[in-house]
């Protein structure tokens, strides 16, 4: 299985990024996939998910501004992200748990500069 994250960059307050997960291994459709992200010095947390049936979860402080999404026909989950603020600044990383064993993507950098 390999996750490959990809869209994060630089960008001001109030901007927007598409984050992108390539998936490998797995098919996403049939799959739980998760977006988590780790600021520096703290905890990783899980920041949104979508199931095998397209019910979506998100983490309290970025509903309504993020939105997850899959394409089916190119195994790919996608994090749309607007109304970016400092604190949304982290390493984002894509991850599933098909069976037993979880996994990470490489993880891709959003700053966000006030």
């Known amino acids: 299985v390999q996750l490959v994250e990809s869209g994060g960059g630089l960008v001001q307050t109030g901007g927007s990024l598409r984050l992108s997960c390539v998936a490998s291994?797995?098919?996403?459709?049939?799959?739980?996939m998760h977006w988590y992200r780790q600021a520096p010095g703290k905890r990783r947390e899980l920041v949104a998910s979508i199931t095998s049936g397209g019910s979506t979860n998100y983490l309290d402080s970025v509903k309504g501004r993020f939105t997850i999404s899959r394409d089916n026909a190119k195994n790919t989950v996608y994090l749309q992200m607007i109304s970016l603020n400092p604190e949304d600044t982290a390493v984002y990383y894509c991850?599933?748990?098909?069976?037993?064993?979880?996994?990470w993507g490489q993880g891709t950098q959003v700053t966000v500069s006030s």
């Open positions: 291994g797995i098919i996403v459709s049939a799959n739980t």
């Open positions: 991850y599933a748990q098909p069976i037993m064993t979880g996994y």
